[in-house]
T-cell receptor
Framework: GENVEQHPSTLSVQEGDSAVIKCTYS??????FPWYKQELGKRPQLIID?????GEKKDQRIAVTLNKTAKHFSLHITETQPEDSAVYFC???????????????FGTGTRLTVIP | SAVISQKPSRDICQRGTSLTIQCQVD?????MFWYRQQPGQSLTLIAT?????????ESGFVIDKFPISRPNLTFSTLTVSNMSPEDSSIYLC??????????FGPGTRLLVL
């Protein structure tokens, strides 16, 4: 099955700086890559996703890049704010088309702390 | 996106007992999944809940331990059977529709003593 690795496990940045979280995946058939933010005691919230037919996607201060050849994708948060502090999870799936293809395989998570 | 609720939100159970967790969605969805999140850990898929047929379990999870029902397109249950302290986790359902995107319920926090 798919194996998703995520780095770093913890990340501290000063407010206003940028944060980058990186993930790699093992199965070249994976074609959908969401990122979830989980605040303490809350459910994972989808913040951005990217499909394999694009290399980059941006939504305000958040961007995701995908390198299919190298099988890695990254989350970039610019102008970080204290409310960005949370655990971030990357995930990968093979999307629709066959049984089990929608299964999400999660990375191990990154605890981001934004220091005011 | 759909509004997803789970019951109970938390419970404390004795070892050897069973707990059934409910997941309710306010609209029909194609896909429903059950995940486990152990304390401080990532999310692990338990199974895909299939409407009208047996659930599809991931490696390491079996129907006898985690029976799942999905009687319609808005509701599913997960039972954690014959519980032990190792089953203490957060159990989350997620839903998806016509695309790959999944949205999570609020989770059920289970403590087994």
């Amino acid at each position: 099955g798919e194996n998703v690795e995520q780095h770093p496990s913890t990340l501290s940045v000063q407010e206003g700086d940028s944060a980058v979280i990186k993930c790699t995946y093992s199965d070249s058939a994976s074609n959908y890559f969401p990122w979830y933010k989980q605040e303490l005691g809350k459910r994972p919230q989808l913040i951005i996703d990217i499909r394999s037919n694009v290399g980059e996607k941006k939504d305000q201060r958040i961007a995701v890049t995908l390198n299919k050849t190298a099988k890695h994708f990254s989350l970039h948060i610019t102008e970080t704010q204290p409310e960005d502090s949370a655990v971030y999870f990357c995930a990968a799936s093979m999307g629709r088309g066959k049984t089990g293809a929608n299964n999400l395989f999660f990375g191990t998570g990154t605890r981001l702390t934004v220091i005011p | 996106s759909a509004v997803i609720s789970q019951k109970p939100s938390r419970d404390i159970c004795q070892r050897g007992t069973s707990l059934t967790i409910q997941c309710q969605v306010d609209s029909q969805v194609t896909m429903m999944f059950w995940y486990r999140q152990q304390p401080g850990q990532s999310l692990t898929l338990i199974a895909t809940a299939n409407q009208g047929s047996e659930a599809t379990y991931e490696s390491g999870f079996v129907i006898d331990k985690f029976p799942i029902s999905r009687p319609n397109l808005t509701f599913s249950t997960l039972t954690v059977s014959n519980m032990s302290p190792e089953d203490s986790s957060i159990y989350l359902c997620s839903v998806g529709s016509t695309r790959e995107t999944q949205y999570f319920g609020p989770g059920t926090r289970l403590l087994v003593l």
